[in-house]
């Protein structure tokens, strides 16, 4: 029956991910909000919208291992699972600018996180809005690039939405939302349940098999597009969801409830594998062929990713 609970509580926040994000662009466009303004704000909230709903029903219920897991594991699988699955079947470039903006801010906000675990076991309301002012800076600077031309203008807007009735647009929003309550709710109920009856702690069901989950669509986005010899997937965009997963994911959350630090691990494990990942794309960046990450640097980081799942389930 758990597993039940976590197969359709993903398929409902798969669902629910996906009208919202539909909703809230065609009533953005309605309001006649430019479409580079709404690739990167609206649709980039809406796209976390599933990792926010799992980490704050989870926080609410007092389980806020699945909180900060949900996010560590996440922000681990977006690099070790879906950058290094998608970079051996087919070589990645990486742009000049993703080490000069995303990856510090992604780095900034990665030690932010584990300052405030440290200092005091818990991601406090204060703690929680200094990270979402963190993505609100980071929006505005990266707006301005697109505006210049300096970076890509941001997820790709469908434009035949403008055309969308109010009546679709609540439909779609009652859809999106009552998917991703449910989902949510049944997705951590489940988790909660496997974890007791395996006798493993919520922290490892976490970082491991929600992680995955919630990196499935965007998984496989990327393996198809990889497989077609299409330019699907943008190391930016992957650093710019670690971003947001900690920013907005964790910044909100912590507003509304303060995340408290449960297992130690976390902090002493967890943690330094999700920015020993973020770490390890600078020297990946440099080694020959540069600025590429070709298939045995998709090897390395996918059977790390590998290790640290196994390592998970044995601590």
Same mark, same amino acid.
């Given at each position: 029956?758990?597993?039940?609970?976590?197969?359709?509580?993903?398929?409902?926040?798969?669902?629910? =991910? @996906?009208?919202?994000?539909? /909703?809230?662009?065609?009533? !953005?466009?309605?309001?006649? *909000?430019?479409?580079? &303004? %709404? $690739?990167?704000?609206?649709?980039?909230?809406?796209?976390?919208?599933?990792?926010?709903?799992?980490?704050?029903?989870?926080?609410?219920?007092?389980?806020?291992?699945?909180?900060?897991?949900?996010?560590?594991?996440?922000?681990?699988?977006?690099?070790?699972?879906?950058?290094?699955?998608?970079?051996?079947?087919?070589?990645?470039?990486?742009?000049?600018?993703?080490?000069?903006?995303?990856?510090?801010?992604?780095?900034?906000?990665?030690?932010?996180?584990?300052?405030?675990?440290?200092?005091?076991?818990?991601?406090?309301?204060?703690?929680?809005?200094?990270?979402?002012?963190?993505?609100?800076?980071?929006?505005?600077?990266?707006?301005?690039?697109?505006?210049?031309?300096?970076?890509?203008? =941001? @997820?790709?807007?469908?434009? /035949?939405?403008?055309?969308? !009735?109010?009546?679709?647009? *609540?439909?779609?929003? &009652? %859809? $999106?939302?009552?998917?991703?309550?449910?989902?949510?709710?049944?997705?951590?109920?489940?988790?909660?349940?496997?974890?007791?009856?395996?006798?493993?702690?919520?922290?490892?069901?976490?970082?491991?098999?929600?992680?995955?989950?919630?990196?499935?669509?965007?998984?496989?986005?990327?393996?198809?597009?990889?497989?077609?010899?299409?330019?699907?997937?943008?190391?930016?965009?992957?650093?710019?969801?670690?971003?947001?997963?900690?920013?907005?994911?964790?910044?909100?959350?912590?507003?509304?409830?303060?995340?408290?630090?449960?297992?130690?691990?976390?902090?002493?494990?967890?943690?330094?594998?999700?920015?020993?990942?973020?770490?390890?794309?600078?020297?990946?960046?440099?080694?020959?062929?540069?600025?590429?990450?070709?298939?045995?640097?998709?090897?390395?980081?996918?059977?790390?990713?590998? *290790?640290?799942?196994?390592?998970?389930?044995?601590?």
């Amino acid at each position: 029956m758990d597993i039940f609970l976590v197969v359709i509580g993903f398929v409902l926040l798969v669902i629910g =991910g @996906e009208f919202l994000v539909r /909703s809230s662009v065609a009533l !953005s466009l309605r309001f006649n *909000i430019s479409k580079m &303004i %709404i $690739g990167l704000t609206i649709v980039s909230f809406a796209t976390s919208a599933p990792e926010l709903l799992v980490s704050l029903q989870a926080a609410l219920s007092g389980y806020s291992d699945i909180s900060l897991g949900n996010v560590i594991g996440s922000n681990i699988a977006n690099i070790g699972l879906v950058l290094g699955l998608t970079a051996i079947i087919s070589s990645i470039d990486i742009d000049k600018d993703f080490l000069k903006f995303n990856w510090p801010v992604m780095m900034i906000l990665s030690g932010l996180l584990y300052l405030f675990l440290f200092t005091g076991e818990e991601i406090s309301r204060v703690e929680g809005a200094s990270l979402l002012i963190v993505i609100i800076i980071f929006l505005l600077v990266l707006i301005r690039k697109a505006i210049k031309g300096e970076v890509d203008a =941001g @997820e790709e807007v469908d434009g /035949s939405l403008t055309q969308t !009735s109010m009546f679709k647009i *609540i439909l779609w929003f &009652i %859809i $999106g939302g009552s998917g991703l309550y449910f989902g949510s709710e049944w997705l951590v109920d489940g988790a909660v349940g496997i974890a007791e009856s395996f006798g493993v702690s919520e922290r490892v069901i976490s970082v491991t098999m929600i992680a995955i989950g919630t990196s499935v669509p965007e998984l496989a986005a990327s393996v198809i597009a990889a497989l077609k010899k299409e330019k699907g997937i943008s190391l930016g965009n992957l650093i710019g969801s670690n971003i947001f997963n900690i920013g907005s994911v964790i910044g909100l959350t912590a507003i509304i409830k303060p995340i408290f630090l449960q297992s130690q691990e976390v902090l002493t494990n967890d943690i330094f594998w999700m920015i020993g990942f973020g770490l390890v794309l600078l020297p990946l960046v440099f080694i020959p062929v540069k600025y590429t990450i070709a298939r045995y640097k998709g090897l390395l980081i996918f059977i790390s990713y590998i *290790i640290f799942v196994l390592l998970a389930f044995r601590s």
